[in-house]
């Protein structure tokens, strides 16, 4: 769920402080690491804007209610 990607997306921006991963020999790891991240982000927006539609989805249908 999004509490577990908010975790990996903190170990992973924790990861990328080190700055020995900006080592040449360490590009591989960076670069899975940058990959990663961006999935998490895209992930989290995803879910972010089913949750935006579902909060619309709702207050229609609460004003459809209220309307006799």
């Known amino acids: 769920g999004g509490a577990e990607l908010e ?3 903190q170990q992973i921006e924790a990861a990328l402080g080190d700055q020995d991963l900006y080592n040449p020999e360490n590009k591989n790891k960076l670069t899975e ?3 990663q991240q961006s999935d998490i982000n895209s992930q989290l927006e995803s879910q972010e804007s ?3 539609e579902s909060i ?3 207050d229609e249908l609460e004003q459809s209610l209220d309307t006799p």
């Open 7 to 9: 975790k990996q997306k």
């Open 50 to 52: 089913q949750w935006m």
């Open 56 to 58: 619309e989805k709702l």
């Open 33 to 35: 690491l940058l990959q």
